[in-house]
């Protein structure tokens, strides 16, 4: 059985940094993409940023990429998501996911449909 047990977020002001930590609970955490969403009040969960399962490469939404840098530390079974100048339009709710899937053809996973576990979600707020 798979869990992931997410820790950080908060209440923070536009421009200050924030770093989420996402633990994996099972088996073979290091053959797995790993990836964070968020959602917005009255919107869909949207994908932020997903990471292969070596850590080798990154892939990020266009609204965070240059702010945010996802990592995984396969040795502590954990993946982060490290979020700097932070906007208003960050405040959501992240999540962690794991994608049950990987393919040489497919660098990236980007849709929630992709991942099958998923974090309890954690609170990120950003005042102006």
């Known amino acids: 059985q798979v869990q992931l047990v997410q820790s950080g977020g908060g209440l923070v002001q536009a421009g200050d940094s924030l770093r989420l930590s996402c633990v994996y609970s099972g088996r073979n955490f290091g053959s797995w993409p790993m990836g964070w969403f968020r959602q917005a009040p009255g919107k869909a969960r949207e994908f932020v940023a997903t990471i292969r399962p070596t850590g080798d490469m990154t892939y990020y939404a266009e609204s965070v990429k240059g702010r945010f840098t996802i990592s995984r530390d396969n040795a502590k079974n954990t993946v982060y998501l490290l979020m700097n100048s932070l906007k208003p339009e960050d405040t959501a709710i992240y999540y962690c996911?794991?994608?049950?899937?990987?393919?040489?053809?497919?660098?990236?996973?980007?849709?929630?449909?992709?991942?099958?576990?998923w974090g309890q979600g954690t609170q990120v707020t950003v005042s102006s």
């Open positions: 996911a794991r994608s049950p899937q990987y393919s040489a053809s497919i660098p990236f996973y980007t849709r929630v449909g992709d991942y099958d576990y």
